[in-house]
């Protein structure tokens, strides 16, 4: 016996959830590369991405996924043998850091931890004892998909003033942007990268770098640079130049009218949609996990994070039957836990295409999974998310 039939809801930390009138407006015939429509498309999603960015810096569009970008922003700014810090607060800064090391970068980890944010007061000590500046760049993540941790940008760059360091600041917010505020020239960020399939609305397979202050007066000097990454070729005013050979037409068709859907609704009720909603899941687990079996991995309540939440399953049980059972009898697809929390959580995203029928919908799930189950946890989690969105949201 199961409950499944119907819609699939779909809670996983990317891909998220694509709207209809994303998939329509890509349901069409292919179109010439070189003029007329398809060069106002690539003019006005660059354009339209700079307001999302918040940055009149320069920004290039890549047929590839969110590992593309890091490797783009990587080898347009860096030479063989810079050094790079990378901030640990969960998986990913580490992992671009990674990357770094592939391609001949000295890359040094500056240690975090799962459960916490990147503390600004170990950067700038960092940064103070690194008086022959041999770091070139600092590698910081926005939101942390696998901790569920959500940085402080802002006083990363404070701390890097307050060190008096020359580092470039380099910020991935592939679980951010479009979800909660980024403001890249106002945060003082050189480097910002992004894709498509999170906060943005549209199908996985395009990245995005917006490059502004040190990162265009390093570009010129950097020996990492390669044909398909590089800056330098993609500022070419012959269209397909943009994109190294054949744009990815249909995702362009995507992302704009991903674009303008984002633009409709307007960025600040995009942010405030996704506070509520995020709100929303923490009242539940909080109440879940009042008999100890449940906490979420971000010790900080103000360090956790408004595109996913990470929950974990403590007494040594395992997630799998969970998600399993929401999945196979409900038709809830839930994010599984990775890296060192792999076997131990569960990751409920509230991203993107997303609003209160779904988040309660999968929350209810949740809810009456567990009870099928026997895990143990606190009834009402449920009836706290709809008590908050229901003082939360006036009439």
Not at 377 to 390: C, K, M, N, P, T
Request: proline share 5%; hydrophobic share 50%; charged share 20%.
């Amino acid at each position: 016996m199961t409950v499944r039939s119907g819609r699939e809801f779909l809670a996983i930390p990317g891909p998220t959830p694509v709207p209809d009138e994303v998939l329509g407006a890509m349901h069409r015939p292919a179109i010439e590369i070189y003029s007329g429509a398809l060069v106002d498309v690539t003019e006005t999603c660059t354009a339209d991405l700079g307001r999302v960015f918040a940055t009149a810096g320069e920004i290039y569009i890549y047929a590839a996924n969110g590992h593309g970008a890091w490797e783009a922003a990587l080898v347009n700014v860096l030479s063989r043998g810079d050094k790079v810090l990378a901030l640990e607060s969960g998986r990913f800064a580490l992992n671009w850091g990674d990357m770094a090391a592939m391609i001949g970068v000295d890359v040094e980890a500056l240690p975090g931890g799962l459960r916490r944010a990147v503390d600004p007061a170990a950067l700038e000590a960092r940064l103070r004892a690194d008086t022959a500046n041999e770091i070139k760049a600092v590698l910081v993540v926005q939101v942390d998909t696998a901790s569920g941790v959500v940085n402080d940008i802002p006083a990363m760059r404070a701390a890097m003033d307050a060190a008096g360091h020359g580092a470039m600041l380099m910020v991935d917010t592939i679980a951010s942007l479009g979800m909660m505020p980024f403001e890249m020239d106002a945060w003082g960020v050189d480097v910002a990268v992004a894709a498509s399939q999170k906060g943005l609305m549209t199908p996985p397979g395009l990245s995005f770098v917006a490059a502004a202050g040190k990162a265009l007066a390093a570009h010129p000097g950097a020996d990492l640079r390669t044909y398909y990454w590089d800056w330098t070729e993609r500022k070419n005013p012959v269209h397909y130049k943009k994109y190294c050979g054949t744009p990815p037409e249909h995702l362009l068709f995507g992302l704009r009218k991903a674009l303008d859907l984002m633009f409709d609704e307007g960025l600040g009720a995009v942010f405030e949609r996704h506070r509520l909603l995020a709100e929303a899941v923490r009242r539940a687990v909080s109440v879940w996990g009042e008999q100890g079996a449940l906490e979420f991995n971000i010790e900080e309540a103000a360090e956790r994070s408004n595109s996913v939440t990470t929950v974990l399953m403590n007494g040594g049980r395992d997630p799998a039957a969970l998600l399993e059972y929401c999945d196979a009898k409900c038709g809830v697809v839930m994010g599984i836990a990775i890296g060192e929390l792999s076997g131990r959580a569960f990751r409920i995203a509230h991203m993107g295409h997303i609003n209160a029928p779904a988040i309660l919908g999968i929350l209810g799930t949740i809810e009456f999974a567990m009870q099928a189950l026997d895990i143990p946890h606190s009834r009402g989690g449920a009836q706290a998310a709809i008590d908050w969105l229901g003082q939360s949201v006036p009439a």
